[in-house]
């Protein structure tokens, strides 16, 4: 298959992990920000394919496992009720509220459906006019068109039984979160190709510049992450800082001009909160107000939502490249993905749901 | 519940399922997983004790007089009921032939049970039952006896297909599950994923085009041409709901052995990896309707491979690993780009992902 079978290489995979082992003189900390990427390293084992002074670090990219327990309360408040027909991409269905989750909405008569794209939610509005459907519009700047395109349309086709729980976040923000903490020991990033392909990837320049880190944009085959990591450790070896294009078969430097017109035109950008991080300023997407009646939020009162996310759960250090999914005293015991503590355990995604899938031989790539 | 939990055992037997965890039969709990596994376990198995249940067979093996039977039973509540290579009436009779003819039996007689939704089209019910019969014909099996109940409309979906079958076991032969050895050869006999993708592409919401049809087909016959060349083969599984990932892992816990794959050994179509890429699935998680596992001595692999190939519904068998010693219970696979991953058994259902 072109575009696939030549990333997935072996004689390739080797070609360029002997170049990174020639390349590196000493210890280097990079960052895949995206939880794609995660599951390829984790997949396919790439780690084994390193030299010993790399060290990976799982970033937060993962928009199921960021998403705030308080915002799946709500989704889960608004689901349970009679009026609604709530719909969502497969992945959210499993994460864990504080004591249920969107599967056991559904078990219980709730009328929640999987789509496979927020268009299909507005068509379901309107063969369904007598209820409201509600899409739970989570995502970085990949999934952000398609959904903005799906409010657009909705007021453009004059449906008004249709609104959207909206938690986009995006990346930039969150990368100088992470350059900015007191405990950031990450020298170099693995940008996510598919959230460049969206966006472009000149609003990575001024970071690299400002935290004199090398930003490289990467795609999601194992030879991809491989070249990404060859190009940052060359950059770092020879003490640059650039941001530089990996993924140059799908991203362009300002990335998709009609899709962040139609993103600007329907968003804007908010302050906010990151599961086990925190609150970020500017890091996601709300209604602009012209639009802001197809916000859920404001149709059903779910103000009054709070939660507290497990104690055992170390979410938050392991989204942000603190710890790693094993150093977890509930990894594996407590939690599982049949009986996930938090999201990094759910999403197909998730830094813990890869480990756990893929990563427990003992010896083998990922547990190192 | 939480009472009966706690010590009331006069009220009856105690659930065995935790109630803090799942007071409700949730979709994944039929998925064929992990979750399949632990309902099976804790509810049906703590209080069906048979010893011909216990294995966890596709088939009970029963001993009657001198003859040696294999009985099975299956439901069908596939949507949509019609879809690219096959219909819910044709994959009631094969998944039910398959099933005995992976115990090693050769299958004799079917039963049926409809439950039909009221208002279903009589045109649709007859396509249904045609189709029935031509598979029945093809496998060599006769429908024997049967029932029809038909529920409120929207108390279904459309319809609902059980059958069950008895076969005769092949003298000498033992297939069975617990059987893999350490160095037996792992064969599969073709392209996998294609059942599940192709009706996933007619499913209403994500219709894609596509020339993939379902492979749905009675694999007795294959079988008879296995073992007609060894009848020592070890074990014989239908990778269907789950794939061949459910299936292997199945096999790895019996026998308390690992069993070690290639990726690049595993056959399966351009068009089914791309449809998976575009998903978000792993193919081997999903189903097949006409393939088989079959574990085997490793002295006989060539041979069984040679009379796969001969058979209509072998042609691209192929090798694809071998049962290993350690880690038992475990299936690992030898990756495209010459790494070792786990092939772990799906927690729940595969869910399309977010990007």
Known sequence: MRYIDEYRDREAARKVSSMIRATTTRPWTLMEICG???????????????????????????????????????????????????????????????TKDLLSVKAGGGDVRIVYSPLDAVTLARQHPDKKVVFFAVGFETTAPPNAMAVFQAKKLGVTNFSILCSHVLVPPAIQAILSSPSNHVQGFLAAGHVCTVMGYEEYIPLAERFQVPIVVTGFEPVDILQGIAMTITQLEEGRHEVENQYVRSVRRDGNVPAKNLIGEVFE?????????????????????????????????????????????????ILQGLKKPHNCSAFGKECSPEHPLGAPMV?????????????????????? | MNDIQSGDLTSGPVCPIPISEYPQVMLAHGGGGRLSQHLIRTMFLSQFTSDALRPLHDGALLQVGNMRLAFSTDSYVIRPIFFPGGTIGDLAVNGTVNDLAMCGARPLYLSTGFIIEEGLPME?????????????????????????????????DKIFINTSGIGLIHAGTFINPARATPGDAVLISGRIADHGIAVLSVREGLEFATQLTSDTAPLNGLVDAMLHVCPDIH?????????L????????????????IREESIPIADEVRGACEMLGFDPLYVANEGKLVAIVPSTEADDLLAAMRAHPLGREAALIGHVVPTPPG?????????????????SGEQLPRIC
């Open chain 1, 36 to 98: 794609g990427q995660t599951h390829t390293i984790v997949k396919y084992g790439l780690e084994a394919l390193l030299p010993e002074e790399i060290t990976l670090i799982h970033g937060p990219g993962c928009p199921v496992c960021v998403t705030p327990l308080e915002l799946i309360d709500k989704a889960i408040a608004i689901a349970s009720r009679a009026d609604v027909i709530f719909t969502s991409f497969g992945d959210m269905l499993r994460v864990p509220g504080s």
């Open chain 1, 269 to 317: 950008t908010t302050d906010r909160k990151w599961r086990g991080i925190g609150e970020i300023p500017r890091s996601g997407y709300r209604l602009s107000p012209e639009y802001e009646v197809f916000d859920a939020e404001r149709i059903f009162d779910v103000s009054g939502i709070n939660a507290q996310e497990s104690p055992l759960c170390i979410a938050g250090a």
């Open chain 1, 347 to 368: 999403s197909s995604e998730g830094a813990c749901a890869a480990y756990y899938h893929y990563g427990r031989l003992g010896s083998s790539p990922g547990t190192r």
């Open chain 2, 124 to 156: 649709d019910l007859w396509r249904v039952v045609v189709a029935m019969q031509a598979a029945a014909k093809a496998a060599g099996v006769t429908l024997v006896t049967g029932d029809t109940k038909v529920v409120d409309r929207g108390k279904g």
């Open chain 2, 235 to 243: 074990v014989l599984r239908d990778p269907t709901r789950g794939g």
């Open chain 2, 245 to 260: 990932a459910s299936t292997l892992n199945e096999i790895a816990e019996s026998s308390a052995t690992g069993i070690r």
């Open chain 2, 330 to 346: 475990v299936v690992t696979m030898e990756t495209r780009i010459g790494s070792t991953r786990i092939v772990d058994m799906l």
